[in-house]
């Protein structure tokens, strides 16, 4: 089997939601695996720090300012990407956001707040690129999902519903599009450490609770993603799309309950 066959190499790669966590580790990794790499985030100055932060060699990190709660901004960004390069060989569809309360206590502002970016906005993104990627012969789309969508977690119940519609999107569009070559998967992370969930894990009960449920006994990094999406994204994976990819150290495997080590009725 050739190396080439997991080749990003010279890929023009669009990474929506790049700036920060999950986005910034895949925007690094295809980087550094040879991808022309383009970053979104609504923040400038974020934008432009993580880019060079993951530029190296003397190739640069395109950065595009785009908030994907406006489907006008999510347009006038795919468009001008592919009219800079010319083609959007994968998309990275990362954006998203979170409110930890109970679901008595949303807010209807809250609640389009996390259903405009991370359904809505998700899906005008794919939906934007896929349309440039159908014309131009192929493409791979790649979301992010969540273990909200093996069981939703107490507290997040917006999130968990934005992310189950993620998959549906995900598998919907994969029958759509896949007869002009554009393939559509989703990862779905674990528990994994990031700058918005440091305070969760930094709790001792929290962290043991993790640890003891993942079978590979440590929570994750934002890197312990990179290599399924460039996975995902290349053409190891030519005959894969419509699929939950669970990168999740073994936590949806089955359940570590505390049933003494001895064994017993």
């Keep these: 089997m050739s190396e080439s066959m997991f080749s990003v190499q010279g890929k ?23 991808a ?12 432009s720090a993580a880019a060079r932060g993951i530029a190296s060699d003397g190739r640069t990190v395109e950065t595009v300012v785009c908030d994907v709660a406006s489907v006008e901004a999510i347009q006038q960004m795919v468009d001008g990407v592919h009219a800079r390069f010319g083609r959007i060989d994968v998309l990275l569809n990362v954006a998203g956001v979170n409110i930890r309360q109970p679901a008595m206590d949303f807010s209807e502002e809250q ?11 998700a899906f005008f993104v794919a939906q934007s690129v896929a349309r440039h990627m159908m014309h131009q012969g192929g ?18 119940l917006p999130y968990a519903m934005s992310k189950g519609g993620v998959v549906m999107m995900t598998r919907g569009l994969a029958v759509e599009v896949g007869s002009r070559g554009v393939r ?12 918005l969930t440091q305070k969760l894990w930094s709790d001792p009960t929290m962290r043991e609770w993790g640890e003891t449920n993942t079978p590979l006994g440590r ?27 669970r990168v999740d ?17």
Excluded at 184 to 195: E, Q, R, S, W
Excluded at 249 to 265: C, D, K, R, V, Y
Aim: charge should be negative; proline fraction near 3%; aromatic fraction near 8%.
């Design 219 to 245: 929570l994750g990094e934002v890197e312990d993603l990179v290599g399924a999406a460039i996975f995902l994204a290349s053409d190891a994976a030519a005959f894969m799309t419509g699929q939950v990819v």
């Design 111 to 121: 609640f389009d707040f996390v259903v405009d970016i991370n359904l809505k906005g």
């Design 36 to 47: 022309q790499v383009v970053i979104t985030g609504r923040d400038e100055t974020t934008l």
């Design 139 to 156: 493409g791979s789309i790649v979301n992010i999902d969540s273990l909200n969508t093996y069981a939703p977690l107490k507290n997040v």
């Design 184 to 195: 559509v998967n989703t990862i779905a992370p674990g528990f994994i450490l990031t700058d």
């Design 12 to 34: 023009v790669v669009l990474v929506s939601g790049g700036s920060r966590g999950i986005g910034r580790a895949l925007a690094a990794g295809f980087h550094q695996a040879g």
């Design 249 to 265: 150290g073994g936590f949806t495997a089955g359940l570590n309950w505390p049933i003494p080590e001895g064994g017993g009725q």
